[in-house]
């Protein structure tokens, strides 16, 4: 674009975009990973179709297809008070803050077509992807793809999976009308009609008639926090931590492997699949492909109508001359730069405290601090198994900053902070008892790094930022370097706390939900959900209450 | 209850005998470790050559992903059929892959007891020791944490660590589940007898070596089994995790090749061994 300067405010809108990025064009464009097709590739109409289910609506029941004998905990919902994240990295130099707040700024920038939106694409900015709960993490719970459709006169019909409440969903097609494999974001919008788009006429992917066929599938934004610290860690001690607790996968029917790239055989770690070697890359591809903004990195336009090309390609550079920002260097710097430059300094989630960590309990947690504190089991018992079934649940509760909750019925109920502690501290228990932390994978050390106060540091994002087999249930049926149509990269767990929906494709709001569809034919974390499935009701909610401490 | 029954009897010849080898266009194709099924609730291994009746009341469960780029197998999962309380999951890991499996199963199980001791709230409740699963030698450990107890038993066949792992919330169930594995039943391979297993065998003994079109080199690690004939052919090729078209490639590269005839004993042997494409071996 040639204005720059506005493209910049609206760029950094569409970085919230990013996080939906996980596209095939890197792995094609750049040749970021060769593709290592798998022989073991899912049906891919079968895919789709599992894809298409919303929230529990397909379900594997649990540890190798047997219904759970016990129901299963209750989500307490979303953690409410401040977010714990959005805020810069601590320990920052005055410039590197300048350039953190400048590049956040960027982030939120909304676009329209004189800035480079379109012609193509499925939201207007970065921000408006990446919102929850604050700027740079994943889909809010109103959807604002419902508004930008029709935003500036555009015509746009919503197709049927976005709604209001729903995520903000990216859609894939798995195949192309002659049965090849496609893979690729297929954008929602289209500019036509939209006063600044005068004589574009494209019309948008009939989506109906792809549902009908069980060709689409669905990614919803990964949340940015914390990145930065992410893209620093080695790559030995990626290996190093997938190798050292390679007995007890073994034991629970887990394997996994990274997703290698193919220009430099090191690991990638971004997106939903791994396949993005970069928060540059991750960048560039979403600018293009969430809002059609072509960039130096992916520099031209998917959409070939003429009639809708409205500017210079590509259409977000490198300014020539200064901008005018509060930070120096981001005066230089495109939108993509700026984009992986919010990422790169931005703090990861902070857990919660026990002040402010929201529990649901059942009648027998009172067990719960004393169990936590010997270490043993909570459950043994029957009695306490008969408790769990009668107990009131406080389901949905959310809990604001003093950690007071409110139960569906609207009654705010105290949790003690001692509680609370308890319930999250054997919660921590049994998720590494049962293994979840096999491949959620809680903690790596930093390499030496370029940003102030930055090397060494020990984060806890609960990955092994290896791919793993999710089986026929989660499977998309699209390839990504290295990662097929049934893998996905280990979910980072950090934030989880305040995230509003969960999977690769948003089917659920529901944490319980979420754990159970790991478990179909195919998977690796069969033996881990079924080892869920057998604990007893206390220790199932308290693995969800300290889910949601995260 | 005690479900351990004297299943080797029951288990017939020619249940066996079905399953060692199958016939494809007249080619008698040679089982690979993921080659199982069950028959008459007799859960049967061709290529290991074990055979385990299922307890009572369980039926299988959902099965396990494809082979691993490291040659790890999810051969069968169990449950009971009515109430959830335990889980039977069997696997096993190719020891030419993985450099920590390599030093027999005793080595494998105390590094798995040393992994799961330090693991928050868990507690040892059998240190390691040797045990028979049936007609193999092996070993066992128990443990236990957050109310659920569990075993692993672990023995070696053909070069893979073949694990039995066993959970329940009972502690008798669980124990149950463990005399079950006495009655662990081994059948002799129709096709022939057991090719020596030899690690690195490829590099020191291939004459005339072809390199496969297609496999990505640097990306991901593409694992392969051959079995070498008397005469110093390629017997059999079984590329554990590639893609279609490497599948194909290396299989028709790796027949081509010739190797030094192996003497055991003095007498021509029969060789199985590893080789790995691609990006070298895998880290899990």
């Given at each position: 674009?040639?204005?720059?300067?506005?493209?910049?405010?609206?760029?950094?809108?569409?970085?919230?975009?990013?996080?939906?990025?996980?596209?095939?064009?890197?792995?094609?464009?750049?040749?970021?990973?060769?593709?290592?097709?798998?022989?073991?590739?899912?049906?891919?109409?079968?895919?789709?179709?599992?894809?298409?289910?919303?929230?529990?609506?397909q379900s594997f029941g649990n540890n190798f297809g047997r219904s759970p004998s016990r129901g299963g905990g209750t989500d307490p919902g979303v953690r409410g008070g401040a977010p714990g994240a959005g805020g810069p990295l601590q320990g920052l130099s005055d410039a590197e803050l300048q350039y953190f707040n400048a590049a956040k700024d960027v982030f939120q920038e909304v676009d329209a077509v004189p800035d480079g939106l379109g012609p193509r694409f499925n939201l207007d900015s970065c921000a408006g992807c990446h919102s929850q709960p604050a700027i740079g993490g994943s889909s809010p719970a109103k959807n604002p793809q419902v508004a930008v459709a029709t935003a500036a006169g555009a015509k746009n019909a919503l197709p049927s999976f976005i709604t209001a409440n729903g995520p903000i969903r990216e859609a894939r097609f798995v195949r192309n009308p002659n049965g090849s494999a496609d893979g690729s974001v297929h954008a929602l919008f289209v500019i036509t009609g939209r006063s600044d788009a005068a004589g574009c006429n494209i019309q948008q992917p009939d989506f109906a008639a792809q549902l009908a066929r069980n060709n689409v599938v669905f990614r919803i934004p990964t949340p940015t926090f914390g990145l930065g610290l992410v893209e620093n860690v080695p790559d030995s001690a990626l290996q190093s931590s997938l190798a050292a607790n390679a007995h007890q996968k073994r034991a629970l029917g887990i394997s996994g492997h990274f997703n290698i790239n193919g220009n430099d055989a090191t690991i990638a770690r971004f997106?939903?699949?791994?396949?993005?070697?970069?928060?540059?890359?991750?960048?560039?591809?979403?600018?293009?492909?969430?809002?059609g903004v072509t960039n130096d990195m992916f520099p031209n336009e998917r959409e070939g109508d003429p009639n809708c090309q409205f500017n210079a390609t590509p259409e977000s550079v490198t300014p020539l001359q200064p901008e005018n920002t509060g930070s120096p260097a981001a005066n230089y710097q495109n939108d993509i730069e700026l984009f992986s430059a919010f990422m790169r300094l931005t703090a990861p989630p902070t857990p919660a405290t026990s002040s402010t960590a929201p529990v649901a309990q059942t009648t027998g947690a009172s067990s719960l601090a004393t169990a936590a504190t010997a270490g043993t089991?909570?459950?043994?018992?029957?009695?306490?198994?008969s408790s769990s079934t009668a107990s009131t649940l406080m389901g949905s509760a959310t809990a604001d900053a003093s950690g007071v909750m409110t139960t569906d019925a609207g009654s705010p109920t105290a949790q003690s902070s001692t509680t609370s502690t308890a319930t999250i501290t054997r919660g921590s228990q049994v998720f590494t008892n049962i293994g979840c932390q096999a491949c959620h994978t809680k903690s790596f050390t930093t390499a030496k790094s370029q940003t102030t106060g930055q090397s060494n540091v020990t984060i806890q994002p609960y990955s092994d930022f290896a791919v793993h087999d999710m089986g026929n249930g989660l499977a998309d049926g699209v390839t990504q370097g290295g990662a097929n149509g049934n893998e996905f990269r280990t979910a980072p767990l950090w934030g989880v706390g305040q995230r509003v929906f969960f999977l690769h494709d948003g089917r659920t709001k529901d944490l319980n939900v979420a754990i159970q569809q790991h478990a179909s034919p195919g998977s690796e974390a069969n033996a881990v959900v079924s080892n869920y499935n057998m604990l007893s009701r206390d220790d199932q909610q308290s693995l969800l209450n300290f889910l949601r401490s995260l | 209850m005690y479900l351990g029954m004297a299943c080797l009897a029951a288990i017939s010849a020619a249940s066996v005998g079905a399953i060692l080898s199958s016939r494809n266009g007249g080619v008698t194709r040679l089982a690979n470790p993921q080659d199982v099924h069950v028959a008459d609730s007799v859960f049967v291994s061709d290529y290991f050559g074990f055979a385990y009746r299922v307890p009572d009341g369980w039926s299988q469960g959902l099965p396990g992903p494809e082979p691993s780029q490291s040659g790890y197998y999810v051969l069968g999962t169990w449950v009971p059929t009515r109430d959830f309380t335990g889980t039977i999951l069997v696997v096993a890991q190719d020891i030419f892959f993985t450099p920590d499996t390599s030093d027999g199963v005793k080595n494998v199980v105390n590094r798995f007891r040393q992994v799961m001791s330090s693991v928050d709230g868990m507690t040892i409740d059998r240190e390691p020791e040797p045990v028979k699963v049936g007609a193999y030698p092996g070993y066992r450990i128990d443990f236990s944490g957050v109310g659920l107890f569990r075993s692993m038993l672990a023995i070696e066949i053909r070069c893979h660590i073949?694990?039995?792992?066993?959970?329940?919330?009972?502690?008798?169930?669980?124990?149950?589940?463990?005399?079950?594995?006495?009655?662990?039943?081994s059948f002799e391979n129709k096709a022939g007898p057991v090719p020596e297993c030899l690690k690195d065998y490829v590099s020191e003994n291939v004459l005339h070596r072809i390199e496969p079109d297609g496999v990505a080199a640097r990306t991901a690690s593409i694992p392969v089994r051959v079995i070498v004939a008397t005469n110093g052919s390629v017997k059999h090729v079984h590329v554990i995790r590639a893609s279609a078209a490497q599948r194909r490639d290396i299989e028709e590269a790796v027949r081509q090749?010739?190797?030094?005839?192996?003497?055991?004993?003095?007498?021509?042997?029969?060789?199985?061994?590893?080789?790995?494409?691609?990006?070298?071996?895998?880290?899990?």
């Amino acid at each position: 674009m040639k204005t720059v300067k506005i493209a910049r405010a609206h760029a950094l809108a569409g970085v919230a975009s990013m996080l939906l990025g996980s596209v095939a064009w890197p792995t094609d464009a750049l040749s970021q990973n060769n593709s290592t097709a798998r022989a073991t590739n899912a049906d891919a109409s079968s895919n789709a179709a599992t894809a298409n289910v919303t929230a529990g609506q397909q379900s594997f029941g649990n540890n190798f297809g047997r219904s759970p004998s016990r129901g299963g905990g209750t989500d307490p919902g979303v953690r409410g008070g401040a977010p714990g994240a959005g805020g810069p990295l601590q320990g920052l130099s005055d410039a590197e803050l300048q350039y953190f707040n400048a590049a956040k700024d960027v982030f939120q920038e909304v676009d329209a077509v004189p800035d480079g939106l379109g012609p193509r694409f499925n939201l207007d900015s970065c921000a408006g992807c990446h919102s929850q709960p604050a700027i740079g993490g994943s889909s809010p719970a109103k959807n604002p793809q419902v508004a930008v459709a029709t935003a500036a006169g555009a015509k746009n019909a919503l197709p049927s999976f976005i709604t209001a409440n729903g995520p903000i969903r990216e859609a894939r097609f798995v195949r192309n009308p002659n049965g090849s494999a496609d893979g690729s974001v297929h954008a929602l919008f289209v500019i036509t009609g939209r006063s600044d788009a005068a004589g574009c006429n494209i019309q948008q992917p009939d989506f109906a008639a792809q549902l009908a066929r069980n060709n689409v599938v669905f990614r919803i934004p990964t949340p940015t926090f914390g990145l930065g610290l992410v893209e620093n860690v080695p790559d030995s001690a990626l290996q190093s931590s997938l190798a050292a607790n390679a007995h007890q996968k073994r034991a629970l029917g887990i394997s996994g492997h990274f997703n290698i790239n193919g220009n430099d055989a090191t690991i990638a770690r971004f997106g939903w699949k791994a396949q993005n070697k970069s928060l540059l890359l991750f960048s560039g591809e979403a600018y293009n492909v969430e809002m059609g903004v072509t960039n130096d990195m992916f520099p031209n336009e998917r959409e070939g109508d003429p009639n809708c090309q409205f500017n210079a390609t590509p259409e977000s550079v490198t300014p020539l001359q200064p901008e005018n920002t509060g930070s120096p260097a981001a005066n230089y710097q495109n939108d993509i730069e700026l984009f992986s430059a919010f990422m790169r300094l931005t703090a990861p989630p902070t857990p919660a405290t026990s002040s402010t960590a929201p529990v649901a309990q059942t009648t027998g947690a009172s067990s719960l601090a004393t169990a936590a504190t010997a270490g043993t089991p909570s459950q043994t018992t029957g009695s306490t198994s008969s408790s769990s079934t009668a107990s009131t649940l406080m389901g949905s509760a959310t809990a604001d900053a003093s950690g007071v909750m409110t139960t569906d019925a609207g009654s705010p109920t105290a949790q003690s902070s001692t509680t609370s502690t308890a319930t999250i501290t054997r919660g921590s228990q049994v998720f590494t008892n049962i293994g979840c932390q096999a491949c959620h994978t809680k903690s790596f050390t930093t390499a030496k790094s370029q940003t102030t106060g930055q090397s060494n540091v020990t984060i806890q994002p609960y990955s092994d930022f290896a791919v793993h087999d999710m089986g026929n249930g989660l499977a998309d049926g699209v390839t990504q370097g290295g990662a097929n149509g049934n893998e996905f990269r280990t979910a980072p767990l950090w934030g989880v706390g305040q995230r509003v929906f969960f999977l690769h494709d948003g089917r659920t709001k529901d944490l319980n939900v979420a754990i159970q569809q790991h478990a179909s034919p195919g998977s690796e974390a069969n033996a881990v959900v079924s080892n869920y499935n057998m604990l007893s009701r206390d220790d199932q909610q308290s693995l969800l209450n300290f889910l949601r401490s995260l | 209850m005690y479900l351990g029954m004297a299943c080797l009897a029951a288990i017939s010849a020619a249940s066996v005998g079905a399953i060692l080898s199958s016939r494809n266009g007249g080619v008698t194709r040679l089982a690979n470790p993921q080659d199982v099924h069950v028959a008459d609730s007799v859960f049967v291994s061709d290529y290991f050559g074990f055979a385990y009746r299922v307890p009572d009341g369980w039926s299988q469960g959902l099965p396990g992903p494809e082979p691993s780029q490291s040659g790890y197998y999810v051969l069968g999962t169990w449950v009971p059929t009515r109430d959830f309380t335990g889980t039977i999951l069997v696997v096993a890991q190719d020891i030419f892959f993985t450099p920590d499996t390599s030093d027999g199963v005793k080595n494998v199980v105390n590094r798995f007891r040393q992994v799961m001791s330090s693991v928050d709230g868990m507690t040892i409740d059998r240190e390691p020791e040797p045990v028979k699963v049936g007609a193999y030698p092996g070993y066992r450990i128990d443990f236990s944490g957050v109310g659920l107890f569990r075993s692993m038993l672990a023995i070696e066949i053909r070069c893979h660590i073949v694990t039995f792992n066993l959970t329940s919330r009972d502690p008798e169930l669980l124990a149950s589940l463990a005399r079950s594995l006495d009655d662990l039943a081994s059948f002799e391979n129709k096709a022939g007898p057991v090719p020596e297993c030899l690690k690195d065998y490829v590099s020191e003994n291939v004459l005339h070596r072809i390199e496969p079109d297609g496999v990505a080199a640097r990306t991901a690690s593409i694992p392969v089994r051959v079995i070498v004939a008397t005469n110093g052919s390629v017997k059999h090729v079984h590329v554990i995790r590639a893609s279609a078209a490497q599948r194909r490639d290396i299989e028709e590269a790796v027949r081509q090749w010739r190797f030094k005839p192996h003497l055991k004993q003095g007498r021509p042997a029969e060789v199985e061994t590893g080789v790995i494409f691609g990006r070298g071996a895998a880290s899990m």
